[in-house]
Structures are given as C-alpha cells and as structure tokens.
C-alpha cells in the first residue's frame, strides 16, 4: 500500500519528465530551422533569362521565357533582380491575331505577356556580347541598373535559355553563336570577380546538354532539355495562331513551378527529375558535379524564389532623421559625439515624391 501523497509525488515527476521533453524538442527543432536558414549561403536571388530566336514561327521561345519570367516573378523574385532578354516582339508581330499579348497553352488561359513584363533587352539588343556583358559585369557606364546584372558573391542566379541549338552552341538571332566554351568561361569571370554564390543553369533547345560540358566553375547546378545528338521538341500547336506555342521541357518544368508557392519545401532534386522520357521524348540531362550540396536537399526557392537571409549585426546604427528642416552642415552637428564615426542612413521613399 502506497503512502498518502506518493502518487501525487509521482504524477508531479512524470508531468515534470514530460515539460522538459518538449523543452528539447522545442530546442532542437528551433536550432534546425536557424540553420535551415542560414545553410544556403546567399542573402538575395537573381535571375538572368534569354530567348535568342527571332522570326514568327519561334513564337515558342518568347512563350518559353515569358512563362519562366511569370513564374519567377509568382515566387518573389522582383523586376530589379530579372535581366530578361526578348529577341523578337512577338506580342506587336503583324501576324499575331491577338496583338499584344502572348500565350503559353492553346486554350489561352495566360496571356504571359501581361500588363507588368520589363524587358530590359529587346530585339537586336540580344546579342551575344551583350548576354557576356551582363554575365561578366564588364558594361559601359551610361548601362542603366535596369540592365545590369549587380549581384555579388552571396547571389544565387537562375540562367535560363531557350532557341536553337547545336553540338556545343546556341544561335542568337539566327546570325550568331555563343559556344560552351565562351559560356563556360563567362561563368569562370563571375566567379572570380565574386559575382555569384551559386547558378542554376537551364536550358531548353536541341542538345542542350553540350552547353554545360565544358563548364569548370565551383557551385553550379545544371539541367539540359536534352542530350548531345537528341532535338529538344515543342509541346502543341495553337490553330488560332498557327505556330507552336511552348516546348515540351519548358512545359513541364512550368507545370511543376505553378505547384510551388514561397514557402514551398520542393526541392531542386525533384525539379531535376520533372519531365522524363515518356513525356520529353528528349532525355533530360544534370549535372551536379561542380555543385557543392546535395540537390535533394536544397529548395527550389533558392534559385527561383527570394527569400532574403537577415544577419544579425554586431553593433547598432543609428538612423538620422533626414525631414528635418535645417542645413547639412546643421544637420551634422545634431549627430551624438559618438556616433560622428557611424555613416548616416536613411530610408528611402516607396514612391517618388512630385516636384
């Protein structure tokens, strides 16, 4: 016979078992997700995307291109952070019987286009000097910021090209060439010059995998619509239209990316494997290599979301109040003795204010 008070005792020491249980567990999973968010590495996302054809009957590519463009925009990647590159207007095209729009599916459900795209290269600016430029950073100085590709080495990259393709090349304009080995070593000058932490390079066009065999630079992950020696195919026809109006890689990547929201766990191990045989005819080629983590373990939003990492500083910055009604010079003196070493900051107005 138990004495009076030992069950109470007993149930007080279970309860108590069971609160610092939790406690660890709460621990732990708290320590799992503070380095899940900082395993990645990069503190911003760019995305750098090309259509190189030209003419009416490659309407499929600007669809291409504008569809990743919409995608990654869907997932928090700004205009700011999108280099996107159009070889032909196909929206303002006299043959399109739906002017200034795009379609991506015959049933015209999406018009890609939309009223929010900012190409920031159009035409016969998408040449392959400017496509190294950008990559490279080497642009002259009157190069607008909306033009320019400023990333830094905490950037991850998305580099996605579609057109026509060959054994170790890729047309632009239907006049010129980028080789994988000029490709190759655009990549190597950016990550010299510290320009990226990790790129994700994709590429949609007939032996697309030839254009990263060449590649010897450190943190790049890469997939290919097709093998060396295989055609990378179009999707359907729109009889509206009268041209094809996506190719099958593309396609299916998009379908797998409307699936994905900004807090999605989809990884870039499952995008890699997201248009077999059966259904790309083409066999899709990887390459993983050159990259550092394992893709089954990194996010997809780490190349086609935005989701920026904060760093904790070690020391406070003060902000100085810039409404004020006085002078620099007064201004200056307002700032406390020992914050004269500190660099004043601002914050900068959402909206230009009119004049």
């Known amino acids: 016979m138990e004495a009076p008070g030992s069950f109470s005792f007993k149930m007080l020491f279970c309860k108590l078992i069971v609160i610092f249980a939790c406690l660890q567990s709460y621990r732990c999973n708290s320590e799992e997700k503070v380095e899940e968010f900082f395993k990645s590495g990069h503190t911003n996302n760019w995305a750098v995307l090309v259509d190189t054809s030209r003419f009416w009957f490659n309407y499929r590519h600007v669809a291409n291109v504008l569809s990743i463009y919409r995608s990654v925009k869907k997932l928090g990647i700004p205009d700011s952070h999108i280099i996107l590159m159009i070889a032909d207007d196909m929206a303002c095209n006299p043959r399109n019987p739906r002017p200034a729009t795009v379609f991506n599916n015959a049933n015209q459900h999406i018009n890609v286009y939309g009223d929010d795209v900012e190409v920031d290269y159009r035409g016969y600016e998408v040449t392959v000097e400017n496509f190294i430029r950008v990559l490279t950073g080497r642009l002259p100085q009157s190069t607008p910021p909306s033009k320019r590709l400023s990333s830094d080495e905490r950037s991850n990259i998305l580099v996605y090209m579609t057109g026509h393709g060959g054994d170790g090349f890729l047309k632009f304009q239907d006049a010129e060439e980028v080789s994988n080995v000029e490709l190759a070593d655009a990549f190597e000058q950016m990550w010299q010059k510290q320009r990226y932490h990790e790129v994700f390079f ?76 059966n259904l790309c005819i083409s066999t899709v080629a990887t390459r993983t290599d050159l990259f550092a983590r394992d893709p089954n373990k990194v996010l997809l939003t780490d190349f086609f979301g935005s989701v920026r990492n904060v760093e904790p500083l070690a020391k406070t910055i003060k902000l100085v109040n810039k409404t004020d009604q006085c002078t620099k010079d007064s201004c200056q003196d307002k700032i406390e003795p020992e914050d004269q070493d500190l660099e004043p900051l601002s914050y900068a107005e959402q909206f230009p204010m009119p004049k």
């Open 202 to 277: 994709m590429i949609d066009t007939c032996q697309a995998e030839s254009m990263f065999q060449l590649f010897y630079s450190p943190n790049i992950l890469s997939v290919a619509s097709s093998h060396v020696g295989e055609d990378s195919l179009s999707h359907h026809v729109d009889s509206s239209i009268g041209v094809y109006v996506i190719d099958r890689y593309t396609y299916y990547a998009l379908e797998f990316l409307d699936k994905v929201t900004p807090d999605s766990k989809k990884t870039m191990g499952q995008f890699l494997k997201v248009c077999p045989k």
